[in-house]
């Protein structure tokens, strides 16, 4: 064996020592994880942070409780824009929310809702189709710091220009501006917005049910899962969805080869939206 497959197989080991400490200590389980991902991820974490080897990395991890937030960081951190990819939010506007209309109050469960684009994004959806006050949107995380970004709602000015781009596509009603205030580089959505929003810690690889839900929106969560936990999420999903409920997933996500894929049929096929059958199997 070459020195580098010894060195990469050391470091594996190394790895998946490193995650099973970290669900022994605090509960958070990434052991199934897509493994190339979470490598990458930890190989970040380790130069940033200017730790030597994994096993160095994990002994902070047991000995310094300020290590834990800092290394989720890296393991949960996601890159999201408000409406992103824009004819998936013009296909809740125009195909689902006519389904919604039709119910008298409503839950939304916004699952890895990392620092609150997506979340924001459907708020001003359902307030500009005149749904928001019936509403009860749940925004979830497994990473706490990213959970009070997205309740704080700024994000940096330069960020708005994309923001602005992405709602007009969705088929927004009026301008984005009149959601939020510009001061000292960056832009402050309007606490109204949050008024029937709850943030709550939640994770698709250890907790329940979440609640009956109309619509769950998952998207670019999944991809970094393993099959065998890609298959738990869904069947959550599944779970946690009211009959005829809707789930919105990423682009390059898909239901095929889960074994809950039986309790779900496409709905918007192109853009990864399905309804939950209903019991009678309609």
């Known amino acids: 064996m070459s020195d580098r497959s010894q060195l990469e197989k050391v470091e594996d080991i190394e790895i998946r020592l490193l995650l ?25 974490a380790r130069q940033q942070l200017g730790i030597a080897t994994f096993s160095a990395l994990q002994d902070r991890l047991l000995h310094d409780p300020d290590m834990l937030p800092r290394l989720l960081g890296y393991l949960t951190i996601q890159v999201s824009e408000m409406f992103r990819d824009p004819s998936y939010f013009k296909a809740i506007r125009e195909q689902v929310v006519p389904h919604l209309r039709t119910y008298p109050s409503l ?34 995380d497994i990473n706490h ?27 927004g009603r009026s301008s984005l501006s009149d959601y939020y205030q510009a001061a000292y580089g960056r832009a402050r959505f309007d606490a109204s917005l ?46 946690s969805l009211s ?11 898909t239901l095929r080869f889960s074994s809950h894929s039986a309790a779900f049929v496409d709905f918007v096929r192109e853009e990864k939206i399905y309804q939950r059958r209903s019991n009678d199997g309609g």
């Open 107 to 140: 839950k939304v469960w916004i699952a890895g809702c990392s620092e609150g684009e997506e979340l924001y994004s459907l708020v001003i959806l359902f307030r500009e189709e005149g749904l928001e006050d019936r509403t009860i949107f749940y925004a979830t």
């Open 243 to 253: 009959r005829k409920g809707f789930l919105g997933i990423g682009s390059k996500e």
């Open 20 to 44: 099973e400490a970290l669900f022994l200590k605090y509960h958070y389980d990434f052991r199934n994880y897509a493994m190339a991902s979470i490598k990458r991820r930890l190989r970040q």
């Open 194 to 239: 949050r008024r029937n929003v709850v943030f709550s810690d939640h994770s698709l690889v250890s907790d329940a049910v979440f609640g009956e839900m109309n619509l769950i929106s998952c998207r670019n969560v999944m991809i970094y899962f393993d099959r065998k936990l890609q298959d738990r999420a869904i069947g959550l999903f599944g779970d």
């Open 145 to 171: 710091q990213a959970l009070e970004a997205a309740e704080a709602g700024v994000y940096p000015l330069d960020r708005i220009q994309l923001f602005t781009e992405n709602h007009r596509k969705s088929g």
